[in-house]
């Protein structure tokens, strides 16, 4: 997720962790492995898809809810579901639920700081109803007392008779706290505008069904502030597996977690996977092999900085890493 950097000095730490995670979760009607995010009812489509109800009908029906778990295999679990927690709290709502004092409310019957509405305004729209689902949470960082989580959603928005599909990223930072993790801030994705004309790799890269964009990654791609090597990257990846990307830009730490050290990810030269060909990566039931053939192509098509959950060798020394932070993903970076 950030780059290389915090593996040497954690990767002790990850057995530890993942123990004592392992332990602390036992949430009944968890499962190892996560659903694709087609099989539970999340569409492919990020534009905003609007379904007019004929005239007297009823209001058309937005998704179920389905509420996230983090797998028993995450370094801690309950770290990913406290933040998971506070962002669905906040993208759903029922009729004359929406609006800020509404949402004070709901995160304060979580134990935590009403204030934190205040900066999650892009999963606040103004509608009657709302539903948001989470694609996946991974770790922007996780330390022994704190951590990043970016929680990637979508979200279905209900006003009058129309329904509007989104979705965004957002980098939930937390403390660990007694009883439980609280949350201390939240960073939503700001990808910035579409732009009017497309360079041809990002048109690419939009319409390759075997490259999954969620919302922000998509906008972040649709901006123009892609760096052309990754964007050809994702390509030739493409071209041997399906992904599921996770974060390229926006949503990301501008920092790599616990340094002073400027992240890829912001600059538009890294992208994050969590899913290759259906399986995820913090799944122990996902071959290694798999994993491990992904992490050697990405370095193939030119990625200095590859880091997973397997630490690799041969390469350049930092070619390949592995931290906690990185168990639940593939993070593939460039230098231009």
Request: positive net charge; hydrophobic residues 40%.
């Amino acid at each position: 997720m950030g780059d290389f950097g915090q593996q040497a000095s954690r990767v002790g730490r990850r057995t530890v962790l993942l123990a004592v995670g392992g332990l602390a979760f036992g949430v009944a009607g968890c499962s190892a492995s996560r659903p694709h995010p087609t099989a539970s009812g999340t569409r492919r489509t990020e534009a905003p898809r609007r379904q007019p109800s004929a005239g007297g009908s009823a209001p058309p029906a937005l998704p179920r809810a389905a509420a996230w778990h983090p797998s028993p295999h995450d370094v801690d679990p309950q770290v990913k579901l406290r933040a998971v927690q506070l962002v669905e709290a906040l993208g759903s709502w029922h009729t004359g639920e929406h609006g800020m004092v509404a949402a004070r409310r709901r995160v304060s019957a979580l134990g935590l700081d009403p204030g934190l509405a205040g900066p999650a305004a892009p999963l606040l729209a103004s509608a009657d109803e709302a539903v948001l689902r989470v694609v996946d949470a991974q770790y922007g960082g996780i330390l022994a007392d704190t951590g990043s989580v970016l929680v990637v959603c979508r979200q279905w928005t209900r006003r009058g008779g129309t329904v509007t599909a989104g979705g965004t990223t957002v980098d939930v930072r937390l403390s660990r706290a007694r009883p439980r993790w609280t949350v201390t801030a939240l960073h939503p994705a700001a990808p910035g505008p579409a732009v009017s004309s497309l360079p041809a790799a990002a048109r690419k890269v939009l319409d390759d069904s075997r490259i999954e964009l969620p919302p922000a990654a998509r906008a972040d791609v649709r901006s123009g502030h892609i760096h052309p090597t990754a964007l050809g990257a994702l390509r030739e990846l493409a071209g041997t597996y399906r992904m599921y990307v996770s974060v390229i830009r926006s949503g990301h730490p501008l920092y790599v977690f616990g340094t002073s050290r400027r992240s890829d990810h912001p600059r538009g030269r890294a992208f994050d996977v969590w899913q290759i060909n259906g399986r995820s990566v913090v799944d122990p039931a996902t071959p290694r092999r798999l994993v491990e053939s992904f992490m050697r192509d990405a370095a193939a098509v030119g990625s200095y900085n590859v880091g997973g959950p397997v630490l690799l060798s041969g390469g350049a020394p930092g070619h390949f890493f592995s931290d906690p932070t990185h168990h639940d993903h593939v993070h593939v970076g460039f230098t231009t």
